[in-house]
């Protein structure tokens, strides 16, 4: 099994990679290259004009439909990225194309169209690296060579995906020798491609440390997460709401008002190694954000990615039980007031308590058989309905994966200063209690980031990557594109 030790370039040294040549204005070698085989070396119209051939300079050629062409062109929307009218759907079949010229570098096409009347006939200009991107997705391939790749079934894509999936297939898990990406919180406010770095670390490795977030003004439950709460709209988006509670953050005090309230909120409890929102259906906390608003303290993460490849090689039929038996987590969560504040500073105020159930494998598998999500969290863990003839296996597995994720050889312990915010992703990385030094005071809060709101967050500054890199493509070209297809424009 594959071991990384994680080296972030705001932290430690990595030479001359992707990022920092992005940063330092050096344009890789091997993406001039790729732009060049973008380019067009012939395109004609075909079949009366109802069909363009191109033939790009690496040597593949793609027959597209004219209606596409004229359907895709971003002078269809307007300023709001929405297209102008709803009619142009029963009118973009009526276009062929009557001229296509290639302009003399081979960086973009014109294509004249023609519909009955010449007071119809529209010209207009799409860049080689647009049609390119899309020719193995909408093409018919006319050679052998083009029939490689990306090529679709006839069902169209698989689904939205992400520009993340790429990295998401080539996670590499990581035990105690890990190197916590690290990262300047005042930086990362300024630098887009820093924000970008980091995005992309919360899927690889799935942690990381941002340093110098700011100290809140005051440390009560409405005021103690401020600073967090500004820093994760500026770089991502809004934390999520809690169906309860006031704030879009939580807070924990070393003598917490929540402690009687529940064992997560008991910090003379000794917690496992868990993920949070485990009894949420569908684990909606995809980013969790956990700030030291005082006190330094130091603590622990897991990989659940590493513990669980681990099962496969050396336990198969326990990973087998853990990927496909339905576990339940539940609970009544009874912390808080209906005016949002924590139930015991609100006396008098009637309680808001609700329930909260969700049964699903320990470890969820996609359909390719990657590591999904793991859910882990045995305080939260309810009442399972096990059948009878696997009861006692598969509390065995459960068990050897419940002591796994507790090891030294499977946790990274790091330290925690005051004011920073440490990073994870809550669908792979365990974590446990923070070791609070003697006399310290500590109060940390926390907050969750949803997938799609982290990976549309990556989407839009990878786009406003590649503007800064080809002021030609710019959002128009690269607004309103499926991820599969937009990758190849922004990688």
């Known amino acids: 099994m594959a071991i990384i030790g994680v080296a972030s370039k705001f932290s430690l040294v990595r030479g001359i990679g992707a990022s920092h040549r992005l940063l330092h204005g050096v344009v890789p070698f091997q993406t001039m290259?790729?732009?060049?085989?973008?380019?067009?070396?012939?395109?004609?119209?075909?079949?009366?004009?109802?069909?363009?051939?191109?033939?790009?300079?690496?040597?593949?050629?793609?027959r597209f439909h004219t209606s596409w062409i004229k359907d895709s062109h971003p002078n269809n929307t307007g300023s709001d990225y929405y297209r102008k009218s709803a009619k142009t759907l029963f009118e973009v079949d009526q276009y062929v194309a009557e001229r296509v010229e290639p302009c003399e570098d081979g960086s973009q096409l014109k294509v004249h169209f023609k519909n009955c009347s010449i007071e119809n006939d529209v010209t207009e200009q799409y860049f080689s690296s647009w049609l390119k991107a899309f020719a193995p997705f909408v093409g018919s391939p006319l050679n052998e060579?083009?029939?490689?790749?990306?090529?679709?079934?006839?069902?169209?894509?698989?689904?939205?995906?992400?520009?993340?999936?790429?990295?998401?297939?080539?996670?590499?898990?990581?035990?105690?020798?890990?190197?916590?990406?690290?990262?300047?919180?005042?930086?990362?406010?300024?630098?887009?491609?820093?924000?970008?770095?980091?995005?992309?670390?919360?899927?690889?490795?799935?942690?990381?440390?941002?340093?110098?977030?700011?100290?809140?003004?005051?440390?009560?439950?409405?005021?103690?997460?401020?600073?967090?709460?500004?820093?994760?709209?500026?770089?991502?988006?809004?934390?999520?709401?809690h169906p309860v509670r006031a704030t879009r953050f939580g807070v924990m005090h070393t003598q917490t008002r929540g402690e009687l309230a529940g064992a997560d909120y008991d910090h003379k409890n000794p917690l496992s190694m868990h993920t949070d929102h485990s009894v949420y259906n569908g684990t909606p906390g995809y980013l969790q954000f956990m700030y030291q608003a005082q006190g330094s303290v130091y603590?622990?993460?897991?990989?659940?990615?590493?513990?669980?490849?681990?099962?496969?090689?050396?336990?198969?039929?326990?990973?087998?039980?853990?990927?496909?038996?339905?576990?339940?987590?539940?609970?009544?969560?009874?912390?808080?007031?209906?005016?949002?504040?924590?139930?015991?500073?609100?006396?008098?105020?009637?309680?808001?308590?609700?329930?909260?159930v969700h049964t699903h494998p320990v470890l969820t598998l996609d359909?390719?058989?990657?590591?999904?999500?793991?859910?882990?969290?045995?305080?939260?863990?309810?009442?399972?309905?096990?059948?009878?003839d696997i009861y006692d296996r598969y509390m065995e597995a459960y068990k050897r994966w419940t002591n796994l994720v507790e090891e030294e050889q499977f946790k990274c312990e790091f330290d925690w200063p005051e004011h920073s915010v440490v990073v994870m992703n809550n669908w792979r990385v365990l974590h446990?209690?923070?070791?609070?030094?003697?006399?310290?005071?500590?109060?940390?809060?926390?907050?969750?980031?949803?997938?799609t709101i982290y990976e549309n967050r990556h989407r839009l500054l990878k786009q406003r990557q590649a503007e800064r890199r080809n002021p030609d493509i710019n959002d128009r070209w690269l607004t309103r594109l499926p991820n599969q297809v937009l990758t190849h424009l922004v990688q």
């Open 145 to 241: 060579k083009s029939k490689s790749g990306d090529t679709l079934a006839e069902t169209g894509l698989p689904g939205t995906g992400s520009l993340l999936d790429n990295l998401y297939k080539n996670r590499k898990p990581w035990r105690s020798e890990l190197q916590m990406p690290t990262f300047d919180g005042q930086e990362m406010l300024k630098d887009e491609d820093m924000q970008i770095e980091f995005l992309e670390r919360m899927m690889d490795p799935g942690c990381a440390l941002i340093r110098n977030i700011g100290k809140p003004n005051a440390f009560g439950h409405a005021e103690a997460g401020i600073p967090m709460e500004a820093f994760v709209e500026k770089i991502i988006g809004r934390l999520n709401q």
């Open 367 to 388: 359909k390719d058989g990657h590591l999904e999500k793991v859910v882990q969290s045995e305080t939260k863990r309810g009442i399972s309905a096990l059948p009878f």
């Open 432 to 451: 446990g209690r923070a070791t609070v030094p003697p006399n310290t005071e500590r109060v940390m809060v926390f907050g969750y980031v949803m997938k």
């Open 33 to 62: 290259g790729a732009r060049r085989t973008m380019k067009i070396a012939s395109a004609h119209a075909v079949n009366n004009g109802k069909h363009v051939d191109i033939e790009f300079v690496d040597n593949t050629a793609y």
């Open 299 to 356: 603590s622990r993460v897991c990989d659940g990615l590493a513990v669980a490849e681990y099962m496969k090689e050396n336990h198969p039929e326990d990973y087998h039980l853990l990927t496909s038996v339905q576990l339940t987590h539940s609970s009544r969560n009874c912390i808080y007031a209906k005016n949002g504040a924590y139930r015991r500073d609100a006396e008098g105020s009637e309680g808001a308590s609700f329930e909260l």
